[in-house]
């Protein structure tokens, strides 16, 4: 998916927060935005699917919109949000609230693909969402929160863990948020890696640590669609493909750093992290040489290189949505 620019859908009052478009993200685009009070035409219509999370909300006022010459109005509570189809353009907004901030997630119907099987999709889902607002979808909800984590604060697994969380939005959207039932529900599919997957899929991890590993290489390498690859990976090891392979790099950097043959710079480009934040030299006479690092220090920092919100849906949580609860944590 092709950088997008999403001006367009702003109002005359919305001020740009934060922005994926230089993250290199291909299965999602999210801008943080600040809403002012507003009211005269509604946004253009989204070229993909369009999830309005609100980060902040608000006490005061109300947010209505005209769509079909029809009215909606609701209060701008923190975690609620509205969804957009594609194409469907508003006729008029209101915004009679101070400032309140929305997670704006663009979902394009590449990451509908892993799924077209599954549900047995037409061809653009997102022309299909339902148009609604005041949506309350815990899943969703913490879906947005990983993905505003990541966009805050890239870390080394950043794309893995946007790849994931655009299929599961996916996934939810397909499920409970259609205009019209999927045509068949998912498959059941509640099983593991076998062995001979498991060893490729791990060895190719080994073996990659230091380039940039994306979900759909490890499921080319299973042999598995994205969607059904993801599920049975965290079966089998307990935690999504991207929080396994930021434990490897901290693994492999921890060593590195006690041999002692490497830069923190070195390791830090080695193992993918943006960076090893340096403590404070030690002086001497504290049982380490004047000006170095101990190993101890640089081992710590390296934590805060590592995803600090992680979700995932357990095995087969995806297939019996719509519970909500769904979201774990792998810190």
Request: aromatic share 6%; net charge neutral; charged share 20%.
């Amino acid at each position: 998916m092709q950088t997008q620019r999403q001006e367009h859908l702003r109002y005359p009052s919305t001020t740009l927060l934060k922005s994926s478009n230089e993250l290199g993200w291909s299965t999602l685009t999210a801008e943080l935005l600040s809403h002012s009070r507003y009211e005269g035409p509604g946004a253009a219509a989204p070229a993909d699917a369009e999830v309005a999370l609100l980060v902040r909300g608000s006490d005061e006022g109300l947010l209505t919109y005209k769509f079909a010459g029809s009215w909606q109005s609701a209060r701008p509570t923190t975690g609620s949000f509205r969804l957009r189809p594609i194409g469907r353009t508003e006729d008029e907004a209101r915004i009679c609230s101070p400032n309140v901030e929305a997670l704006h997630l663009y979902v394009p119907t590449v990451a509908f693909a892993p799924l077209m099987d599954d549900y047995n999709l037409p061809p653009v889902p997102g022309r299909c969402i339902r148009y609604s607002w005041d949506v309350q979808d815990e899943l969703i909800n913490q879906i947005g929160l990983s993905v505003l984590s990541e966009m805050m604060s890239p870390t080394a697994a950043g794309r893995m863990l946007v790849e994931t969380s655009s299929l599961l939005l996916a996934a939810r959207l397909a499920h409970s948020h259609l205009e019209t039932e999927p045509i068949r529900p998912p498959i059941q599919s509640g099983h593991r890696l076998d062995d001979g997957r498991l060893r490729r899929v791990l060895a190719y991890i080994e073996e990659h640590l230091a380039d940039d590993i994306t979900v759909a290489d490890l499921a080319n390498v299973a042999c598995l669609s994205i969607f059904h690859f993801t599920r049975a990976f965290a079966a089998t090891m307990g935690a999504p493909p991207h929080r396994y392979v930021s434990q490897r790099r901290l693994e492999s950097a921890k060593a590195m750093i006690a041999a002692g043959r490497a830069s923190l710079s070195e390791i830090a480009l080695h193992c993918q992290f943006s960076s090893i934040e340096p403590h404070p030299r030690v002086p001497a006479g504290h049982g380490h040489d004047a000006g170095r690092i101990p190993a101890n220090f640089a081992i710590a920092s390296l934590g805060r290189a590592l995803p600090t919100t992680i979700m995932t849906l357990p095995t087969g949580a995806a297939s019996n949505l719509p519970r909500t609860d769904s979201a774990r944590s792998f810190d």
